[in-house]
């Protein structure tokens, strides 16, 4: 069992940054693929960004790509999610997940252990 607990959203204007963090406890972090997703209001949960057990390998969504970047700290068993140019449509509830079996995957589906989510709101 992995626990995930996020933070750092808010309120931000568009062309603004804020950093998410996504702390966990319990099984070995570094076991685990982690994921970034997010979901607006009335849509899908959508990809956002994934990270691979020891870090070098990353995964953008499009919409993201260039503007976020997903990274991890095995030490303090921790993956943030810088977030800069910041635009209204990234307005979402932010969460972070886990994926046990080591495959970076954009299907929420896959992956096992989930946070509660950050909500992150950009004004125009």
């Known amino acids: 069992q992995v626990q995930l607990v996020e933070s750092g959203g808010g309120l931000v204007q568009a062309g603004g940054s804020l950093r998410l963090s996504c702390a966990a406890s319990?099984?070995?972090?570094?076991?685990?693929?982690m994921g970034w997703f997010r979901q607006a209001p009335g849509k899908e949960r959508e990809f956002a960004a994934a990270?691979?057990?020891?870090?070098?390998?990353?995964w953008y969504a499009d919409s993201v790509k260039g503007r976020f970047t997903i990274s991890r700290d095995n030490a303090k068993n921790t993956v943030y999610l810088q977030m800069n140019s910041l635009k209204p449509e990234d307005t979402a509830v932010y969460y972070c997940?886990?994926?046990?079996?080591?495959?970076?995957?954009?299907?929420?589906?896959?992956?096992?252990?989930w946070g509660q989510g950050t909500q992150v709101t950009v004004s125009s």
């Open positions: 319990g099984r070995t972090f570094s076991n685990y693929v």
């Open positions: 997940a886990a994926e046990r079996s080591g495959i970076m995957t954009m299907d929420p589906k896959k992956y096992d252990y």
């Open positions: 990270i691979s057990r020891i870090g070098i390998g990353t």
